[in-house]
């Protein structure tokens, strides 16, 4: 199970939602896309998140919700 920094470097390099991005997913940390999303989510919310990276926590957070906000 990838730790919370593994997420935020993953995320760091790959910024955007592509399908090569949903590939290096299950290739680089072997797990689903979809539990990659909740897990990011999870660990953006952490304060070991806040500590190592404030501001992409802040973006990932914010896409979140405009997500959530697009679903309602």
Known sequence: ???VPDL???ERLHEKHTSR???A???ELGI???RY???LLHAAQSLEAWELNP???DRILSRSARWGQAAS
């Open 55 to 57: 501001m992409l926590c």
């Open 25 to 27: 997913i299950v290739d």
């Open 32 to 34: 689903k896309p979809a």
């Open 1 to 3: 199970m990838p730790t």
């Open 37 to 39: 999303y909740q897990l």
């Open 21 to 23: 991005k949903e590939a």
């Open 8 to 10: 935020l470097d993953f």
